[in-house]
């Protein structure tokens, strides 16, 4: 009906009646509403003033340091585009660590024929914590070279894995020494046929079998050291003996749904670079993205497009360029551009590798979001192809809350576990997709897994607010204590493990009690969420129990106002006590969390209760406007009633039609018409003296005394050059000195019913043509 109204009434004024001031205030609403849906919601509220007081919070989580050790084919197969791609997949690699204090070793290898090592340790041990070290390992990864048959071109991965072994074989594993893996790029199978150090002849194959048995006593001590092998071949390589290297190593991964090391065999050389890249993040628990390629003429510029999550806190963007002189340039999600080296924002960043072939960018709290590099060649630089990819992780802190803290035997349980990183909370349930939260718990002898879930049933508050729920029976046994031990892993993520060790109570405690918030999902700036705890009293005697705020996620400030924090509890029965947290006004953006704690205010050592919270801080968006649900064509409807209403807005504002008419002591001596076009202002002039009859003209450039005249359909203003305005209708008159007056009459109207039948009206050009002349 509000179409046909609209419709109707537009259609109307087509017809030469005017548009109706409903379909008028109807369209203005409608344009008042498209710039209201397009202002930000900020400027719409005033932020409450900041009532927070500061809270505690633990030191941020840092990402675990690796170290890592990357072995390099040269044996003589390799050709020297294959030795090309494989510096560039090491430095992809030895670069893109992101963790300051890992270290990286590069070693080539061949064999010895009889003189020579067949190792070559081009980048010994470098702790990668400043841009000098980066550039250091991207400096000597260029010494890699292929050997020739006089620098024994075999293939000795016995002596490889005894010089990766030498670096990392000390400390057991799951100690809490770094993680350690070997990466093993090779084009060829097993072959020390030429060397004398496994014999005095290779009869029988005696110097092949002999580095075999080699290889089984150093895999056995990489198992021992916690040292994970991920071999990747390309060309003629024997996979059996890539899987045996997987198989032999330690089988420990960075969590439960991580794959164990496993060979790769690649196409060829050109592959090696993706293919390194994904077991890299598979060891390391490190996020990428695919890598991305593009071709690079001379003198262009191209751009590639990485994303940064949420979850990550450290990260690294190498750029393989493959010539020096392609500069890069690094731009975060605002289209700002980074530095190479200090800092912008909270973020951090240092480069390396920039007079080389690769380059990399190291971030330090990135800006999560779509990142862009720009490469750009310069002139009579050979066409070349160029990629991109990102490599980061989370430095992340698990919460584990236990409710009630001192549960009975016999006793259902309330598990919490949620995750943070050191910039920001995480509850987005896409970043979280991938990891594993688990949570056992361990009385007397008994450890059970306690079944771990964000998807609103089951106890579960909220269906994907981050908060991961989970009940448990405390088993009815001696056991004093029963201990929960939870823990955050997967791909991304350095992964965290929290233990509650909970004290079983003996009968019923003297003091129960629980913690209700509001289920808000957004709240404003300066604003609170309101709650309520609920004690139930044995004493006998009355007792004070206290609020408290704990364990802050990052930029989270919030508060419980004073005379909210302390209760008196009766000496028996139940009372309830309301509250609220309130969030300051620079309470960060978006995800905020904390935990509501409530303790025994004689022995705050005795939690009673815990709410771990977690709350948008932001504005509402404003109400969608109306017209907005109308759809496609509901939008074209009013589109094209907007469009009709400005058309005849602008029909009642044309002068065409209009005359002006001077009148001396009641006589006519003179008139003058608008011109007939599309104007919307009519300018005149009166000329007299000198014996010279009074006369309406046109202005000429240089009059100052110019007569202005405009229409509001059938209302007319009037400007004289003296300041004067009149509002007049047609056929009035106002004066315009010694005796002369000015008429404003509407022509045009008489003739518009004969203008639709397609008729002209002399009326309206008769006046017109005499303006036109006087032009």
Not at 258 to 275: E, I, K, L, Q, Y
Not at 607 to 626: C, E, F, K, V
Request: a negative charge; one cysteine or more.
């Amino acid at each position: 009906m509000l179409f046909l109204f609209i419709i109707r009434r537009v259609r109307t004024r087509a017809h030469g009646q005017s548009v109706s001031r409903s379909v008028r205030a109807l369209a203005l609403w409608a344009i008042f509403a498209t710039f209201v849906a397009g202002t930000p919601a900020e400027a719409q509220f005033p932020k409450a003033a900041d009532r927070h007081f500061s809270v505690r919070q633990q030191e941020p989580p840092q990402v675990q340091p690796a170290r890592l050790v990357i072995l390099v084919d040269e044996s003589g197969s390799i050709g020297p585009g294959d030795l090309e791609r494989e510096r560039e997949a090491a430095a992809t690699i030895a670069l893109g660590e992101f963790a300051p204090g890992s270290s990286v070793a590069v070693v080539g290898f061949a064999s010895d024929n009889g003189n020579q090592s067949p190792v070559d340790v081009v980048c010994p041990p470098v702790t990668v914590k400043t841009a000098q070290d980066q550039q250091s390992l991207a400096d000597c990864i260029r010494k890699l070279r292929k050997r020739e048959k006089a620098e024994g071109d075999g293939t000795d991965h016995y002596a490889a894995m005894q010089q990766a072994m030498a670096y990392l074989g000390d400390g057991p594993p799951g100690s809490a020494t770094k993680p350690k893996m070997i990466f093993l790029l090779t084009d060829g199978k097993l072959d020390v046929s030429e060397s004398p150090r496994y014999g005095p002849d290779n009869a029988g194959d005696q110097r092949n079998q002999a580095a075999s048995r080699g290889l089984d006593d150093t895999l056995r001590g990489a198992v021992e050291a916690g040292v994970q092998v991920w071999p990747l071949g390309f060309g003629d390589v024997d996979r059996g003996q890539l899987d045996r290297f997987a198989a032999g190593g330690f089988q420990g991964t960075c969590g439960p749904t991580v794959p164990r090391p496993s060979a790769t065999v690649a196409a060829d050389a050109a592959a090696v670079s993706g293919f390194l890249l994904k077991a890299f993040g598979t060891a390391r628990c490190a996020g990428s993205g695919d890598i991305q390629r593009r071709r690079l003429g001379a003198g262009e510029e191209e751009a590639v497009a990485l994303n940064v999550p949420e979850i990550a806190t450290d990260g690294s963007i190498v750029v393989v360029k493959q010539d020096a002189r392609v500069s890069v340039r690094f731009f975060d999600p605002h289209g700002r551009e980074v530095p190479k080296t200090g800092q912008l924002g909270n973020s951090a960043f240092q480069g390396s590798g920039a007079n080389g072939p690769v380059e990399s960018l190291r971030i330090s709290n990135p800006e999560p979001g779509n990142w862009t590099v720009k490469l750009t060649s310069l002139p009579g630089v050979p066409d070349i192809e160029v990629s991109a990819v990102v490599l980061w992780q989370g430095a992340v802190r698990a919460s584990l809350t236990v409710d009630p803290p001192a549960p009975q035997r016999g006793q259902r349980v309330k598990v919490l576990l949620t995750l943070q990183t050191r910039n920001r909370p995480i509850r987005d349930p896409a970043q979280l997709a991938g990891l594993t939260f688990s949570v056992t718990m361990t009385s007397g002898t008994a450890t059970s897994e306690v079944p771990m879930a964000d998807g609103g049933t089951n106890g579960d508050d909220r269906a994907g607010d981050g908060v991961y729920t989970g009940s448990a029976v405390v088993p009815d046994t001696a056991a004093k204590t029963a201990r929960f031990v939870g823990s955050v892993q997967g791909i991304g993520v350095s992964g965290d493990t929290r233990t509650v060790l909970t004290t079983l109570s003996d009968g019923r405690p003297g003091l129960a009690a629980q913690i209700a918030l509001d289920q808000a999902t957004l709240v404003e700036p300066g604003r609170s969420v309101s709650g309520t705890v609920t004690v139930d009293s044995l004493l006998g005697v009355r007792a004070k129990v206290r609020l408290q705020i704990t364990d802050p996620a990052p930029g989270t400030k919030a508060s419980i106002p004073g005379d909210r924090t302390v209760f008196e509890v009766p000496a028996t029965g139940r009372a309830d006590f309301p509250f609220d947290v309130v969030f300051a006004a620079d309470s960060a953006n978006g995800t905020n969390g904390l935990t509501v704690s409530l303790v025994d205010d004689a022995n705050p050592a005795t939690t009673l209760a815990n709410y771990p919270l977690s709350i948008q801080i932001g504005y509402p968006r404003p109400p969608t406007p109306w017209w907005l649900y109308l759809g496609v064509p509901g939008a074209l409807i009013v589109l094209a009633a907007l469009g009709l209403w400005a058309r005849a807005r602008y029909r009642r504002r044309r002068v065409s039609g209009l005359a002006v008419f001077l009148f001396q002591r009641g006589r006519q001596i003179s008139d003058i018409a608008a011109p007939a076009g599309g104007e919307t202002r009519f300018p005149f002039v009166l000329r007299s003296g000198h014996g010279v009859a009074p006369q309406l003209a046109p202005p000429a450039p240089d009059d100052e005394e110019v007569y202005r005249l405009t229409r509001d359909g059938r209302r007319f203003t009037l400007l004289t050059p003296y300041g004067e305005r009149y509002l007049l209708h047609d056929g009035e008159r106002c004066e315009a000195g010694e005796g002369l007056e000015l008429e404003i009459r509407d022509e045009g109207a008489m003739t518009l019913a004969a203008e639709h039948e397609g008729e002209q009206g002399e009326s309206e050009f008769g006046a017109a043509a005499r303006y036109t002349d006087l032009l």
